[in-house]
Each structure stands twice: as C-alpha cells, then as structure tokens.
C-alpha cells in the first residue's frame, strides 16, 4: 500500500546513503495536483517530509524531482540506496541509448572514459537511476547492465567451491649461435640446452598465468561441468563451423578474440558469446540478429559463437540446436545504410581454407625437467 501525506499518494521516492532523499506524489482532488518533497528517514525508518514543492503538471513536477535529486547527488556526493543504477556498457549515456518509463531515470552521469565499475567487475561508459526496476527486454534493447546491488538482485549463496588454480611461468632467455637457417639455430640452440649450456633461472621469469576452475560442482546439482564443449562458430563471411574448445574462460576468449559477453537472444537454453568491445575494436560485421517479426535489433561484428546451457554452465549444443542454428546463420551478412534505416545485405560465403599440416622441427629433443632448489635454478 503507497504511503499518503496530507491527502497526496507517494508515487516514487528515492532514498540516499545519508537517509535523505525526496518524493514526488498526487491528490487528483488538490488545487495543485503535484508535489515533490524533500525527505528524511530516522533511526526507526520513520519518514518525515518538508520543503514541499507544488504543481499543476506532472511534467513540471517530474522535472522539479529529477533537478532535486541530481542536485543534491552533486552537492554531497551521495548515492541512492533503494534506486536501480544500470550501467551503459556499450556507448554513453545519450538521446535514444535507455528506456525513458514513469519511474526515471532521475538522473544519469557519463563518465569521461569508459571505467572499470563495480569492483572491477565490468567496464562502462556511465549509468542511469531509476526509482523501479527495468524489464529484462528493456536491459537487453539498449544494452544496459544492472548493479548487482540492485534491490532486486538476488542475495548471493555464502557457499564456498573448490577450485583447481593450474598455473604456468614463462622463463626467457636469448642466445647468439652461428648456423645456415633458423631450424639449425634453433637445433643447436636445444642441444646446447640439453647439455646445460644455458640454465635459465629466476632471472629469467617473465610472467606467471593462473587459470581456475572448479574442482566439484554444486552438490544439488549431481552434474560435472564438461572438459570440452562443442559450439557453433560463426566468422564474418564464412559459414558456421561445428567447433570443439575448453570450457575454460581462456579458450573462448581466443575464439572470439577478446573479452566475452554472454547474451541469451533465444527462448530454447541456447547461449550467444560474443566480443565484449567488438564495436568499440571495430571488428568486421558478421551477421544480424532479427526479431521475431524480421526486424534489424542488432549486428554481431567479428567471430561470436553458440553453446547450450547446464544449470550456470555453458555446455554443448544438441545436434538439433546445431542444424537450427547452422541454417539461422548459414548467410553471411555485410550491412548498409539505405533510406534512413540500416539493411542487412547478404554475401557469398568464403570457401573454407583447409588447414595447413602441422609444421615439424626436424629432431627436437625435450629435456627432463630439473629440480628446483631456492634460488629458482
């Protein structure tokens, strides 16, 4: 039930981190139907409204709780604690880039790059507040990302997993050798490593790579996570290709060269990865992604690929998924403006390039590992 103050109904409110805030409600009966009021919460959670400001409009009065809110974010530095921030991960904060609805925003910010935001969790251009949360097919339209602090975020399990940490260091070191071509300096280059010739040592470190992943899955769940997954892979102006990588973090970055972002386009588990910053890189069109009536919603630029879903897992495709989706992006894509609107044009595919055989030193050795005492030798 909407809390009433002298005969006007509290139709949004927003509340900052210092327990102050405002409000904005209605009484159809009053002389000036509007109001925004200035609000403070007590230790009890009690609130007190003053300041009132009146109006005939809800215009007037929506823009009047806008300004207060923005100007007292500014003033203080606070932040709202009962609001909904989305994050504009893809482009600033512009005319046309959120969902403008009866609960907001009340106000947006741009930064003045794209920044690291929550924890380091993701990167983004600026955000929006609203008073209510947005619909999942408003975040999904304009490409927004919720806080995961939200009201209406779910309250994270205090569960821990075990993980296995694989780690790799990378030792390096340079030598002159005297021989007819690369091979053969490369061959002398081993055998005098073999011969302990050269002994690389911690001076020689370079870097160290972690990869994590877990050890067991969640109990309830009585599945592991596949090794290995098998995906579609779609490439600008080839056909898709049946692929099989690691289920690890690692090997789709590589697939689709860069950081990944996991969208869910289609209503049957199926998973699209794709290019987080592929737009921002500038990476090659690849193909349209179309509503269910035809219409242009968005392009997919450089390589993104499709896999199924196990729980909070990525897993294989079906084989049904996968001739669904073959003959969904058997077309490769390239897209024009034309009339004031973007069209997709379709292209020829490229004959797939066959691989080319497994390139052969012509004896390398490999050497038996040596122990390691402290000083990394």
């Avoid at 509007?34 to 009132?52: C, I, K, M, P, Q």
């Avoid at 806080?147 to 994270?156: E, H, V, Y």
């Avoid at 340079?174 to 300096?185: G, L, Q, S, T, Y």
């Amino acid at each position: 039930m909407q809390e009433t103050v002298h005969g006007y109904e509290i139709k949004r409110s927003v509340v900052f981190d210092d327990d102050r805030g405002y409000a904005l409600a209605e009484n159809p009966n009053a002389v000036e139907p509007f109001v925004t009021w200035a609000l403070y919460v007590d230790e009890n959670g009690h609130r007190s409204y003053e300041w009132g400001h009146y109006f005939s409009t809800l215009d007037r009065a929506t823009q009047d709780y806008m300004n207060r809110i923005t100007e007292y974010h500014q003033k203080n530095g606070v932040t709202e604690k009962d609001a909904y921030r989305y994050y504009s991960t893809q482009r600033p904060v512009d005319i046309g880039t959120f969902p403008k609805t009866e609960n907001g925003p009340v106000r947006f910010e741009n930064f003045a790059k794209r920044e690291s935001v929550e924890q380091g969790r993701f990167e983004a251009w600026g955000y929006l507040v609203y008073d209510a949360p947005l619909t999942k097919q408003q975040t999904d339209a304009y490409e927004l990302r919720p806080a995961p602090l939200n009201p209406d975020a779910a309250a994270p399990e205090n569960k821990l997993q075990s993980y296995t940490v694989t780690f790799t260091e990378t030792l390096k070191m340079e030598v002159v050798v005297a021989a007819n071509d690369p091979i053969e300096a490369e061959e002398i280059a081993n055998e005098n490593w073999i011969n302990e010739e050269y002994v690389l040592d911690a001076s020689h470190f370079v870097e160290a790579d972690f990869e994590a992943r877990p050890t067991v899955m969640e109990a309830e769940k009585g599945v592991q996570m596949e090794e290995k997954i098998t995906v579609l892979l779609v490439q600008p102006m080839l056909p898709p290709q049946v692929a099989e990588i690691d289920n690890t973090l690692k090997a789709m970055q590589q697939a689709v060269g860069g950081d990944i972002e996991a969208v869910y386009p289609f209503d049957d588990g199926v998973t699209l990865i794709c290019n987080e910053e592929g737009k921002l890189m500038g990476l090659q069109p690849c193909r349209g992604l179309f509503d269910s009536e035809g219409h242009l919603q968005d392009i997919l630029v450089g390589n993104f690929f499709l896999c199924g879903e196990d729980g909070e897992n990525f897993a294989s495709l079906s084989p049904a998924q996968i001739e669904t989706y073959t003959a969904k992006f058997a077309q490769p894509e390239d897209f024009v403006f034309k009339n004031g609107r973007i069209v997709p044009v379709p292209m020829q595919a490229a004959p797939q390039a066959e691989a080319p055989p497994p390139f052969k030193r012509r004896h390398k050795k490999n050497k038996p590992p040596k122990k390691r005492g402290g000083d990394a030798r």
